[in-house]
Protein backbone atom coordinates (compact mmCIF):
# COMPACT_ATOMS: atom_id res chain seq x y z
CA UNK A 1 0.00 0.00 0.00
CA UNK A 2 1.31 3.18 -0.64
CA UNK A 3 1.65 6.15 2.71
CA UNK A 4 2.02 9.51 1.96
CA UNK A 5 3.54 11.15 4.87
CA UNK A 6 3.28 15.01 5.22
CA UNK A 7 5.79 16.75 7.77
CA UNK A 8 5.43 20.76 8.67
CA UNK A 9 7.08 22.29 11.37
CA UNK A 10 4.79 22.93 14.72
CA UNK A 11 3.35 26.53 15.22
CA UNK A 12 5.59 28.42 17.03
CA UNK A 13 8.65 26.98 15.74
CA UNK A 14 11.14 29.28 13.92
CA UNK A 15 10.79 28.25 10.04
CA UNK A 16 13.78 30.43 8.13
CA UNK A 17 12.72 28.37 4.69
CA UNK A 18 9.17 28.99 5.16
CA UNK A 19 10.11 32.78 5.83
CA UNK A 20 12.18 33.28 2.99
CA UNK A 21 9.38 31.97 0.80
CA UNK A 22 7.03 33.84 2.00
CA UNK A 23 9.36 37.44 1.43
CA UNK A 24 10.26 36.05 -2.36
CA UNK A 25 6.52 35.59 -3.04
CA UNK A 26 5.53 39.19 -2.03
CA UNK A 27 9.02 40.46 -3.88
CA UNK A 28 7.38 38.99 -6.78
CA UNK A 29 3.96 40.82 -5.80
CA UNK A 30 1.98 38.07 -3.82
CA UNK A 31 1.34 40.18 -1.31
CA UNK A 32 -1.79 38.23 -0.18
CA UNK A 33 0.40 35.92 1.62
CA UNK A 34 -0.40 35.85 5.26
CA UNK A 35 2.27 32.66 5.85
CA UNK A 36 4.05 30.00 4.48
CA UNK A 37 5.62 27.12 6.05
CA UNK A 38 7.70 24.58 4.38
CA UNK A 39 7.96 21.18 4.68
CA UNK A 40 8.60 17.85 3.72
CA UNK A 41 6.57 15.12 1.29
CA UNK A 42 7.15 11.33 1.37
CA UNK A 43 5.70 8.67 -0.44
CA UNK A 44 6.12 4.89 0.63
CA UNK A 45 5.17 1.36 -0.53
CA UNK A 46 4.55 -0.45 2.31
CA UNK A 47 4.06 -4.12 2.62
CA UNK A 48 0.98 -5.33 4.72
CA UNK A 49 -2.07 -7.46 5.11
CA UNK A 50 -4.23 -5.20 6.11
CA UNK A 51 -4.80 -1.13 5.86
CA UNK A 52 -4.93 -1.22 9.72
CA UNK A 53 -1.33 -2.55 10.26
CA UNK A 54 -0.08 -0.01 7.36
CA UNK A 55 -1.29 2.39 9.58
CA UNK A 56 -0.01 1.47 12.95
CA UNK A 57 3.61 0.54 10.92
CA UNK A 58 3.37 4.57 9.42
CA UNK A 59 2.70 6.16 12.62
CA UNK A 60 5.95 3.93 14.20
CA UNK A 61 7.86 5.43 11.42
CA UNK A 62 6.82 8.54 11.49
CA UNK A 63 7.43 8.69 15.24
CA UNK A 64 10.79 7.29 15.49
CA UNK A 65 12.12 8.50 11.97
CA UNK A 66 10.39 10.25 9.56
CA UNK A 67 9.10 13.65 12.10
CA UNK A 68 10.89 14.64 15.22
CA UNK A 69 7.96 15.28 17.37
CA UNK A 70 9.50 18.36 19.09
CA UNK A 71 9.35 20.58 16.37
CA UNK A 72 7.52 19.02 13.62
CA UNK A 73 4.21 17.94 13.15
CA UNK A 74 3.11 14.80 10.65
CA UNK A 75 0.00 13.32 9.41
CA UNK A 76 -0.01 10.71 6.68
CA UNK A 77 -2.60 9.14 3.98
CA UNK A 78 -3.00 5.35 3.31
CA UNK A 79 -3.91 4.15 0.01
CA UNK A 80 -4.00 1.08 -2.49
CA UNK A 81 -1.71 2.84 -5.17
Known amino acids: MQV ?3 ITPRKG ?3 PQGRA ?3 ALKTLGFNQ ?3 VRVGRY ?3 EV ?3 SAAG ?3 AAKKMCE ?3 ANPLIEDYRFEVGAE
Do not use: C
Request: hydrophobic fraction near 60%.
Open 47 to 49: AGA
Open 13 to 15: ILD
Open 4 to 6: KVF
Open 21 to 23: VEQ
Open 54 to 56: VRE
Open 64 to 66: QLL
Open 42 to 44: IVL
Open 33 to 35: IAD
